[in-house]
């Protein structure tokens, strides 16, 4: 391939014409000038160029400047061209050749190269081209299904990314009615185009896998195989079966078989077959086998039938139609044989008539069948179950004798009339019997089974003879002889009409010889061979004599006197006991004593009832066995104490009340006599009339109290036990009157504490105190049962009473408590400054003490005053007094002290009324205490003396006059 510049080829210049420009520091030739670049290289060569590589070499341009290439050379290659076209600069560094790789086969590529001299690039060297060489195509991207059909499919395929460098002109395309499983080789080409789409013709199987793929060729060659794909057509309907073929034919059915098409594609789910008839094609049979029976079809009748099949794709076409005929039947049954002619002890001759319809075909002959040969005796239904036996097989016959028979025996005779298709049904059975003969020996006879008899008997039986000889047993004969004995064989019995003997009066432990024989209508038959028999020990026999030594209410002593041993020695008794059932009662279990001792005859019952009477038996047991048991015994226990009554209940009936029911229990055989009660351990008898109600009240118990109870019977014979505990609570009555407790007293209060029952839940008190008119009057309402009365009169008797409310309701008052108050501590007043009231008419006169007068509390001062010995006494001094501002007039005032004022006042005012006839000031000594109600008065203060001014008024009749 030619190298060299491109011409025409428009060059790329670094720099304006001349060279690159340099830069200097404004000196020519100064320090700070660069080196001018490098002169550019020559072209470079393109050499081993290949479809995907080619190698670039150059060689550095002769320095033209005088300025040699150093180690620190480098070089740059620039590259443009290929499809799609790009540039690329690549730097190799110090090397002069480069190699290019993954290049486009048949594509034009340009190259050029530049160095650089201490970092400074040269031009552009001229371009140099190359063209790569071409190449087969790339593989087509991938066959894809653009539709399918039943017998075809359309495919189409993309091109070649990459074409080689030369255009793909064709595409060929390969196909394998293989799987997947079959190599490369098994493709074969298909077709060959410039097309990329494609439609196989309608020639391919239904539901069939195909695989395909695809190359394309340029002017080179062509490319690899594209990537494989699997693809199948569509399922199809099957193919038409062939006509159904004749697999049997019956009188009133057809059996048909027909072979499976191909299915094409799609799975056979069903076939259909159809028969001709009056309206047409009937469908007699739908499917997925390949045979059917098609039945209530007319016999030797001519069908034909039409077979089709079907799968998930539809219906085939209906097949061919095939002719078919029903076959003959075999012939109608027979009528029933008859006999003919009398019976003999071996043969019997029977009659046969044709039957009535032949089943289209002509009768070749009958057939003749026995059944039986067993005793005139067994009953019919026996007879008729017993399996038949071919006498005879060939042409028609009016009459058959058969032969051989057994006399005495019954038969049942049927016949049946055939042709070419086969044996008719048979007729019904026809009884017949032989002449009777005398049956044969019995058995030998045996002991039955199970028994072995006594030491005095012997159960002795038989089987009938095996051949009764056509006639019933009537009777059987028995004969026996000792074996150790004169050996004479003797009738043992009348003759029996049961197959069975119990041998009585036998001696123990002893071998007899029996031997038996039967009859019938036609005579005896031979004895049997004989069977020995021995006799052994049996169970003693049963206790007699049984009575009572002695008895008490729970127990008893039963003899009995022993019984023969029978053989084998008594080892122990067994008696058995229960209560004779009383009418409408239950039964009692029965109980079981075993009295080991050999040598007893007695045994003593314990744990009976009293007054009950008992059935008692007895029984000895030997090594044989246990014996009979004793004739029932009767015996009663002795009265006993009754038993504890039954069904107490406990009922509250009142607040102080509990009433007791009960059931009477068991007397044991004596009356009852009484009840007794026990109540929380005290044990109350109760009156007679108790036996009769059966019920008893408590009285007198305390309220909302539980009590323990336990009830006892007694009778003439004693007390009975007492029975279980109940209980039972009494009803919460209104609590009582509490009692009150005095807690504290002072001179005005009292505290008081109130005293319930605790059983009485009292949930409010209420406290009275008698008032002054006589009444009780309420004081305090509260849940607390703690109060405190205030406000009281010192040194006085309060009556008090209080009550109780609880859920039952309020109860009674409780009784009158009576307490006092203390007396007061009076103290002594003492007097303060005497003052003069406002308008100079007297003087103020005060006092005060430790205690202060208090009305509620009912405490006073009580005032004083007397005259002095110097004044003159004559009737009576008038004094004037003021309490607050009320001037009052009391009594005259004398030698001796009077009362002048009582009250609650510490300030009074006092002077000389002006009426008095003495003139000036009037001397006087007053004096001051306290009083209380009910109480001893205070002492008097210390006497104070005074000297009353005389008022400048008069009294008048506004004023109060004092008491």
Known sequence: ??????????????????????????????????????????????????????????????????????????????????????????????????????????????????????????????????????????????????????????????????????????????????????????????????????????????????????????VVGTSPPSAVLVCATKSGTPDCPIPPALVFAGEDSIKLAWNEPAANGAPITAYEVQMSGA???????????????????????????????????????????????????????????????????????????????????????????????????????????????????????????????????KYTVRAAAFNRRGTGAFSGPARCATSPVPPVAPDAPAVRPGSEGTSTSLDILWAPPTALGGAPVREYRISVRECDGDGEWKPLAAPLKVAELTLTDLAPAKTYAFRVSAKNAAGWSPFSPATECCTTATAPSAPTGLAVSSASPMSAVVTWTAPPANGAAIDQYEAEYSAVAVPGAAASAVKVVAIPNSNATEVALTSLEPDTVYCVRVRAVSVIGPGMFSDPFQMRTDPGTPSAPAAVTVTASGETELTVTWKPPPCNGASLTRYSLQINGNCVELPPASLESLTYTCIDLQPNETYKLRLQASNAVGDGPFGPARTGSTKLAPPAGPTVELVNSTANALKMKLHFHKADAVVQTRVEVRGATGAFEEVFVGSIKSFRLAKLWPASVYELRACGTNSAGTGRFGPPAFFCTKELDLTVPTFGPIMNVENGDGIELCWSGATQADEEAGVDYELQLRLDEAEPEGAGTLIRLKTGSIWTNPPPVRRNFSLLHVGLDTCVGLCVDSGDEKRGGVRCEARVRMVARNQSPGVFSEPLYIELPRSSQRADANDVIAP
């Open 279 to 409: 309206f047409g094609l009937q469908s007699v049979y739908s499917g997925v086998e390949k045979q059917c029976v098609v039945t209530g079809l007319t016999r030797a009748t001519t069908y034909e039938f039409v077979v089709s099949a079907h799968n998930s794709a539809g219906a085939s076409k209906t097949s061919d139609k095939a002719a078919h005929a029903t076959d003959a039947s075999v012939p109608d049954a027979m009528p029933k044989p008859a006999v003919h002619g009398n019976a003999t002890t071996t043969e019997v001759t029977v009659s046969l008539d044709p039957p009535k319809r032949d089943g289209g075909a002509q009768i070749m002959g009958c057939i003749v069948e026995v059944a039986g040969g067993v005793c005139a005796t067994v009953h019919d239904a026996v007879v008729s179950k017993l399996p038949f036996r071919q006498v005879y097989a060939g042409p028609m016959m009016k009459e058959y004798k058969i032969a051989g028979l057994i006399g005495g025996c």
């Open 1 to 218: 391939m030619p190298v060299g510049s491109k011409s025409g080829m428009r060059e790329r210049e670094e720099g304006a014409a001349g060279g690159p420009k340099t830069e200097t520091d404004g000196t020519p030739g100064g320090k700070g000038e660069l080196p001018p670049p490098p002169p550019p290289p020559e072209a470079p060569q393109v050499t081993e160029v290949t479809a995907y590589s080619a190698r670039v070499s150059w060689t550095l341009p002769s320095p033209t400047d005088g300025i040699p290439f150093d180690d620190d050379t480098k070089c740059e290659v620039e590259m443009r061209g290929g499809v799609p076209p790009k540039n690329s600069v690549v730097a190799v560094g110090a090397a002069m050749t480069w190699q290019p790789a993954k290049l486009v086969a048949g594509s034009t590529y340009n190259f050029r190269v530049r160095v650089f001299r201490q970092s400074i690039p040269s031009p552009y060297s001229s371009w140099a081209d190359c063209t790569t060489d071409r190449t087969p195509p790339c593989a087509p991207r991938g066959v894809q299904l653009t539709g399918r059909q039943r017998t075809t499919v359309s495919l189409k395929w993309e091109a070649p990314r990459i074409d080689g460098g030369a255009k793909v002109d064709s595409y060929t395309l390969y196909w394998d009615e293989g799987d997947a499983d079959r190599g490369q080789d098994a493709f074969t080409e298909l077709t060959h185009s410039s097309d990329r789409r494609f439609k196989l013709p309608p020639t391919l199987s239904p539901a069939r896998s195909y695989r395909f793929y695809v190359t394309a060729i340029n």
